[in-house]
């Protein structure tokens, strides 16, 4: 099998070691094509407005000068030659990619361009909480096993599959559990304001969560804050049918 590893932490980043391990117990043939730096946040952007520049570190490990997406992009069109990869996995992010997050997630980016491309994908996220030191080992203890349950089991084409880690050691996870895509109560944009060294003002932002009314109960943020592994599955079709129905009647 011919697998294709990815994320959007950057080529340094300590789950891209966690997950080229998990790799290599899934199949021999393994690529890594990620990110030059972070590009947390990123989404499924594309860079358009300046060249892409490829790194080669090794035989078959390289950075990108892009987005996660440019990445699995590259990739498959233009690093790995000769056939494409079986599977794409993405991650292990530093922190979940649950609810809300996975419209923002570059993580969640590159398995979808690898599912719109064709070939499988998996994201594969760590929970954290605070200043806690990551557990990298549970994600790496449960990912193999779900991994290859996956793929034996298969899924349709334009989905791809979502994997949150719960924050704690292998020994005390519950269990696994299949998920729907939760929403997050309330959610703060925090919106820092600066000055730099010559005076010019600049802005940083980032999200503060806060705990509200408990999530569903067959969602991904549920299932971490109980202590499970999430698996969902997001499909590429963001068409809500209910509202097309309804829309179909005024429109008719």
Known sequence: MRILVTNDDGINAGGLKVLERIAKTIGKDVWVVAPETEQSG???????HEPLRIRRL????????????DCVMLAIH???????????LSGVNRGANTGDDVTYSGTIAAAMEGTILGVPAIALSQSLRGDHPVKWSTAEHYAPDIVRRLLKAGWPEQVLININFPDMVEAA??????TIQG????????????IDTRGIPYY????????????????DLAAIAA????VTPLQLDL???????????VFM
Do not use: C, M
């Open 183 to 194: 929403r997050r109560d309330v959610s703060d944009l925090k919106i820092e304001d600066r």
């Open 239 to 249: 068409t809500d049918a209910k509202t097309r129905r309804q829309l179909g009647k």
């Open 227 to 230: 202590g499970y592994v999430s």
């Open 173 to 178: 996870v519950k269990g696994i559990k299949v």
């Open 204 to 219: 940083w932002l980032g999200f503060r969560y806060r705990a509200g009314a408990p999530p569903a109960a067959k969602s």
């Open 58 to 69: 090794s035989n078959r490990r390289f950075a990108v000068h892009g987005t996660p997406t």
């Open 42 to 48: 990123a989404s499924h952007s594309l860079t358009l």
């Open 78 to 88: 233009q690093i790995i030659k000769g056939r494409a990869p079986d599977l794409v």
